[in-house]
């Protein structure tokens, strides 16, 4: 029940605060209006040749696991590292 109230305030609270919006014709300036629509571009166009084969996403893959790899190895060495030095003092790592 709560839940609905506040989703129902929230709704209330929307709507009085874009009540005072302008109409979206009006914030355009006329020579904006007056524009041909542009023309879109197919996305291959911007892209790197690299790119569009998945060669560059293999590479920058392996890299990424070989990172994982050395930060788990990384990872492994500090678990098993003894830092009690026998005198209740910890060493400093």
């Given at each position: ?52 084969d ?10 990424l ?29």
């Open positions: 029940m709560r839940v609905t109230l506040i989703f129902l305030a929230a709704c209330i609270g929307i709507s009085a605060c874009s009540r005072d919006l302008p109409e979206i014709d009006d914030t355009i300036s006329k020579t904006a209006q007056d524009q041909p629509i542009p023309k879109l571009l197919q996305i291959d166009s911007f892209l790197e040749p690299g790119i569009t998945g060669s560059a996403i293999e590479e920058d893959t392996e890299a696991e070989a990172r994982v790899e050395a930060l788990k190895r990384k990872a492994a060495a500090l678990r098993n590292r003894d830092i009690y030095d026998g005198q209740d003092n910890l060493r400093d790592l």
